[in-house]
């Protein structure tokens, strides 16, 4: 700081106006010195030099906006896809409920063991799957059984429809029924004697299809003769 003295009198100094040669600097927070003006102006040129950029060239703006929009749907996206997967898997558990008469079924090893035969070609007549009273019995309840297989009926009145004459070879012949998978049986308690069961489709066996166009020609005659 300079200083000017006053005339040489004793009565003090006399103050001069301070100039400064460089512009006021501003501390950072701590004890550094920085330029503010400096750094504001650095700041403004570089935010004019991407507004530039992007009026030049307007297609670089675009595809930043496209981006992002990108970015924004892609989780409503996921979103309906989960959504429709939920939907279809709840479809095909509701299909699967509705059609309980397709879900049981046989292995040609197994029926055969069953069947007491070597191969498929020992087996060309009805009689050699549904034996004995258990052809009428199965007859019987296929035709009792709504549309998802299910049918339910007093024993006697089975008996009586399926032409047997005791309740041991009633049970008997369910039980080859059973043994086949092709019935389901559930008992009723009660005074009536009568039974729910689910009857699934003889197609379900690995069968020659000589053998369902036999049955379906036995289930016709029986539908001619009622």
């Known amino acids: 700081m300079s200083v000017k003295k006053g005339n040489g009198k004793k009565s003090g ?5 301070i100039t400064l040669s460089e512009p006021v600097k501003t501390t950072d927070g ?4 920085v330029d503010a003006p400096a750094v504001k102006g650095e700041a403004a040129k570089a935010e004019q030099g991407r507004d530039m950029i992007a ?14 929009q990108n970015v924004q749907s892609k989780p409503a996206r996921s979103n309906v896809g989960e959504v429709k997967q ?15 008469a397709e879900n049981a079924s046989l292995t040609e ?16 007549e009805l009689t050699d799957v549904l034996r004995a009273s258990s052809l009428k019995l199965y007859a ?11 049918a339910r009926v007093k024993n006697h009145e089975l ?19 059973m043994d086949l998978k092709l019935l389901k049986k559930k008992a009723k308690p009660g005074p009536h004697d009568g039974s729910s069961y689910v009857v699934h489709k003889l197609e379900c066996l690995p069968l020659p299809a000589e053998i369902y166009e036999k049955f379906n020609e036995y289930l016709s005659g029986l539908k001619r003769l009622s």
């Open 13 to 17: 100094f006399i103050l001069a106006p």
């Open 30 to 33: 701590f004890t550094n010195l």
């Open 55 to 68: 009026a030049e060239n307007p297609k670089t703006k675009n595809k930043v906006s496209a981006d992002d």
């Open 86 to 100: 939920s939907q279809e898997e709840d479809a095909r558990r509701a299909d699967k409920n509705e059609k309980p």
């Open 109 to 124: 090893g197994e029926l055969l063991r069953i069947l007491d035969a070597d191969s498929l070609d020992e087996i060309y």
């Open 140 to 150: 019987t309840l296929v035709r009792l059984a709504d549309s998802r297989g299910r």
């Open 159 to 177: 008996m009586s429809k399926a032409g047997i004459k005791g309740i041991a070879t009633l049970y008997k012949q369910e039980r080859w029924l």
